[in-house]
């Protein structure tokens, strides 16, 4: 297989794969049952394919994503480049604000992702709280001690929210942004997208997919199974709403896919918007992550292609990050 490009991760330096995997899923939990065995395999795959970039956060199945990539690390760290997330763990929600209310608390808390990922350090740590909160400024100052300290090498925020991306990068430190960006969400574009670039912020954009929506392969009566939260968009009225109009758009996309998959369509896409550093679909089979990864292969998309993507979805509009 030839070798898939590479692309510096903003002010860190670090060179990561334009396709990474995103190991929410994997947990085990918010996305329905996984098997472990074919999880740990999926991640040999993607080193096997050549990938080397892959995120995960502390949350995910309650610390199982991390634990699992820890496993799959043994004895060849030096392949990984990986990311994870701190800030949801013991959220207070009526409160509205996360545990890490002090630098101590928020370095003990990166520890224990580095103990369930049996390694000394993370390559990139974000801030997965995703909106302005009181404890900022302990995230900045909790990180920048880890960084002094050799436990992470570089770290960012994962937000939507152009203001709160602004105040976190304040002193101009903040090495990467991950945020929700698919053709159904191509809000970034507006704001965003022109400030990483002038600030040199690399772009994780996750959710190219928009959870599955893009691959084609739902319908106005798919069924998701137990513990699925996407179960929301046919129980929910209004996400149900927002659910089939999305569904309108992907029929109209699904003649560009001509070649290639609808999910291969989705992640050229997102690849090719020079913000955007890394792309990390999420995937629970090997299956699936073959044939996203091989979009990395494909030349890009022709501006016949664009613009026939920008009358379905235009530059900077869409559908905000939902539901999340
Ligand atoms: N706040 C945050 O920072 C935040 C929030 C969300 C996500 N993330 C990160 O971003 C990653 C990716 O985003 P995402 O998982 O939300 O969404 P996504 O990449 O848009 O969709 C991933 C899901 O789509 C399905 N899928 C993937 N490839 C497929 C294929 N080729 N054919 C058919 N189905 C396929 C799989 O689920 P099924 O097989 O079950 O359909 C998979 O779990 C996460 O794993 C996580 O690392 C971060």
């Given at each position: 297989m030839a070798d898939i490009e590479k692309r510096v991760l903003g002010k860190s330096g670090i060179e990561v794969t334009k396709i990474g995997v995103g190991l929410w899923a994997i947990g085990g939990t918010e996305w329905g049952e996984t098997d472990d065995q074919e999880s740990l395999d999926m991640i040999s795959a993607a080193l096997e394919m050549g990938i080397n970039f892959f995120d995960t956060a502390d949350i995910y199945g309650d610390g199982h994503s991390e634990t699992l990539l820890g496993r799959a690390m043994?004895?060849?760290?030096?392949?990984f480049i990986v990311a994870s997330k701190i800030g949801w763990k013991g959220f207070d929600d009526e409160k509205?604000?996360?545990?890490?209310?002090t630098v101590d608390k928020l370095v003990a808390g990166v520890e224990s992702s580095l103990d369930r990922l049996q390694?000394?350090?993370?390559d990139l740590i974000q801030c997965h709280i995703d909106f302005k909160e009181p404890n900022m400024a302990v995230f900045v100052e909790g990180f920048q001690k880890l960084q002094a300290q050799g436990k992470v090498r570089a770290y960012g925020v994962s937000t939507s929210d152009f203001a709160y991306l602004q105040d976190f990068n304040a002193d101009n430190k903040t090495a990467t942004l991950q945020i929700d960006y698919s053709i159904l969400n191509?809000?970034?574009?507006?704001?965003i997208f022109p400030y990483t670039l002038a600030h040199n912020i690399g772009v994780l954009a996750r959710g190219p997919l928009a959870m599955g929506i893009l691959t084609g392969k739902f319908s106005a009566d798919s069924e998701f199974g137990e513990?699925?939260?996407?179960?929301n968009w046919i129980e929910n009225p209004d996400e149900n709403r927002i659910y089939l109009n999305d569904l309108g758009k992907v029929e109209k996309l699904k003649p560009l896919a001509e070649g290639r998959s609808l999910a291969q369509l989705a992640i050229q896409f997102v690849m090719q918007h020079p913000a955007v550093t890394v792309a990390i679909p999420g995937a629970k089979r090997i299956s699936q992550l073959k044939e996203n990864v091989k979009a990395a292969l494909l030349p890009d998309l022709t501006a016949d292609e664009m613009a026939a993507i920008d009358a379905i979805t235009p530059p900077g509009g869409g559908r905000k990050i939902w539901p999340a």
């Open positions: 043994k004895g060849r760290r030096d392949r509205g604000v996360s545990a890490y209310d390694t000394d350090h993370l191509r809000t970034p574009e507006a704001e513990g699925d939260f996407r179960r």
